[in-house]
Structure formats: structure tokens, C-alpha cells
């Protein structure tokens, strides 16, 4: 009976060498998980500012006033008495739009020198449409209560020269608005007895 044939092992081994796709995977795998994961470098943006200007409309004031006074003085000029009298006759006037106005208050200031007569001052207390006088220092307020619209108001005051005084200096006859005292007019005076007098 013959013998069975031998078998053969062949000389290459039949391990299988490992596989690299699987390294290759994991790589490509890899390689994009840190695509994921890395975030581009952050940039500064500087976007331009500029300043921002508000403009209102604020209307201007203007110096129109609704209100007029004039001062027209009387004087002896030759007149011996030791204490001259100069009396103020004052003309005030409102022409504004309203039938009449709010109280309005004259202030009248005394020339250097001068005094307020005490019994001319009662009068004028008095007078037509005067709520009260005043006095304060060398100013004498009258309050009147309305003016009537385009009716001139006329008011007197004497006054008497306690002390002569040389170059007399004019003084200022004011009239405003007490509610609105922006709303105000102004003149002077000077006794027609003084020297070097120039005014009307």
C-alpha cells in the first residue's frame, strides 16, 4: 500500500499583515476633528465713530418791549429859596397787543443831591391807577396796576435839593413789567438848572 503524499507548508507565513487603511482612517478622522475644533485667530474689528451734534431751534430773544415811559422836568431856574424844588412829570405808555397789561412798576431814581417831597409822595399814592408807593433808598417804586393800551398815563413828583451838587450827573427813569421784567423801557432826566444840560 503506497504512503499517503506528505503535505506542504509553504514557506510564506499566512499571517496576514495588519491592514493600514484603519491608521489611515483614524488619521483623516483625526485630521478633521481638529478641522472642527480649531477656531480661525479673532480679529479686531475698529469700526469709525463719529460724534453726534444735537440742534435745537431756540428762537432768539428780542428786545422788543410793549412799554414806554418819557420824564419831562420843571424848574425855577431862578429861584432864590435854599432848596430848589424840580418836579418829574412822567408820561407812561403801553402798546402791546392785550386790552391792558399786568401791574407795572416805575422806578424813579433820584438825582444826587435830590429828595422825594413827602407831601408830593402822598399824592402820588393817590394818583390815578396807583396801587402803592414806595421808598428805597434814592429810588421811589410806584406800583401801578394796569395800563391801558395806547392810553399815556401821566404821574408827578417833586423833589427837593437837600445838598448842591456840582456836575450833576442825568438819572434813569425806568418802567417794566412786574410779572415780566424783560419787558421794560428806560430814560433820564436832569434839572433844566443844570449846568451844561443837553437833554430834551
Excluded at 42 to 69: A, G, K, Q
Excluded at 74 to 91: D, F, G, Q
Amino acid at each position: 500500500m503506497a504512503a499517503p503524499p506528505k503535505r506542504r507548508y509553504s514557506s510564506v507565513s499566512r499571517r496576514t499583515a495588519p491592514d493600514k487603511k484603519p491608521h489611515s482612517t483614524a488619521k483623516k478622522r483625526s485630521d478633521t476633528n481638529k478641522s472642527r475644533c480649531a477656531f480661525p485667530p479673532l480679529e479686531t474689528v475698529n469700526f469709525p465713530v463719529s460724534p453726534i451734534s444735537l440742534h435745537y431751534n431756540i428762537p432768539t430773544p428780542t428786545d422788543v418791549t410793549t412799554l414806554s415811559v418819557k420824564v419831562k422836568p420843571e424848574a425855577s431856574c431862578i429861584s432864590t429859596s435854599h432848596k430848589p424844588r424840580l418836579t418829574l412829570n412822567v408820561t407812561s405808555l403801553y402798546s402791546g397787543k392785550e386790552t391792558t397789561t399786568n401791574m407795572v412798576i416805575l422806578d424813579i431814581k433820584m438825582l444826587s443831591g435830590f429828595v422825594p417831597d413827602p407831601e408830593s409822595l402822598k399824592r402820588l399814592q393817590d394818583a390815578l391807577l396807583v396801587d402803592r408807593v414806595e421808598q428805597k433808598q434814592d429810588h421811589v417804586m410806584v406800583y401801578i396796576r394796569e395800563l391801558p393800551k395806547d392810553i399815556a398815563i401821566n404821574h408827578s413828583l417833586e423833589l427837593i435839593q437837600e445838598l448842591p451838587v456840582q456836575n450833576l450827573k442825568p438819572a434813569v427813569v425806568k418802567i417794566y413789567d412786574y410779572y415780566q421784567p424783560s419787558d421794560q423801557a428806560e430814560t433820564e432826566y436832569i434839572s433844566p438848572c443844570a449846568a451844561g444840560n443837553n437833554l430834551e
